[in-house]
């Protein structure tokens, strides 16, 4: 029997923080304490601008990672940010696929692939992002939709420890909607199915985060669904205590 992976709480802070933000890390830093470190692993996602500064912040009771990275280790690529840097920096982590990435930069999951797969050179893990837009899932194709692009997202022969999944239905980014638990469930489940596919026993050991209006009122709810082993959490990361309130919820 596979032991149920070690839940990961990340927090996104998006195009978010400038250097007086990063008193919530060293904050977030001090709640964390050894009882909670026991139970779950944390981490940040700050801006680009923040990430070195940030692994000081946090005083290695938090992993800091990466929001984005480019394919390529170096080159001619003005005002992009490598996976080599990140992980120069401290990084441990980097997501890659988010949908707002998608949609507002066009990303494929072809080039999020190649973006998994430059973290994992690096010696970073990859958080790869799925999920349905609103019309999608009206339209009933939200098991559809998740499983194309995990299939052409996930890096051929990754291990469970190289990456994450994060499940994040775009129409319950930010809008403050969230899904029922039992379509967490449903999806997450899919997720795993297809993770044992591409992976065989590999695929059990991958955790799966939820993402999508996270917050510590519903962070118990939603932690507590089957294959659910962490969250992706965004505007309740900015601050120390919704951030330590959501991972509360593996007190």
């Known amino acids: 029997m596979t032991a149920k992976p070690r839940p990961l709480v990340a927090g996104n802070w998006k195009m978010n923080g400038l250097k007086a933000a990063l008193g919530e890390i060293e904050a977030m830093a001090r709640g964390c304490d050894a009882a909670l470190r026991a139970r779950v692993d944390l981490l940040i996602c700050p801006p680009a601008t923040l990430a070195g500064a940030a692994v000081g912040a946090a ?27 990140l992980k120069d920096l401290g990084a441990a982590y980097v997501i890659v696929g988010h949908s707002e990435r998608r ?55 990754a291990s469970a420890t190289q990456v994450v999944i994060a499940y994040e239905p775009v129409w319950a980014i930010g809008t403050g909607l969230t899904p029922t638990a039992a ?19 590999q695929g059990a050991g991958v955790r799966i985060l939820y993402g999508g209006s996270v917050k510590p009122s519903n962070a118990v709810e939603l932690m507590g669904v089957a294959n659910v082993d962490g969250a992706l959490v965004g505007g309740a990361s900015l601050t120390a205590t919704d951030f330590l309130g959501v991972a509360a919820a593996y007190r």
């Open 183 to 201: 379509d967490v469930a449903q999806v997450h489940a899919f997720i795993r199915a297809q993770l044992g596919q591409a992976m065989g026993a």
């Open 59 to 85: 005083g290695g009771l938090i992993a800091i990672g990466g929001q984005d990275c480019h394919p390529k280790a170096a080159g001619a690529h003005t005002g992009d940010v490598s996976a080599d840097m």
């Open 103 to 157: 949609a507002d930069h066009g990303e494929t999951s072809a080039l999020v692939r190649a973006k998994a797969q430059a973290g994992l050179r690096a010696g970073l893990v990859a958080i790869i992002c799925v999920g349905e837009t609103e019309g999608e899932r009206k339209a009933g194709r939200t098991l559809e939709i998740v499983g194309a692009q995990l299939r052409d997202s996930l890096p051929e022969g």
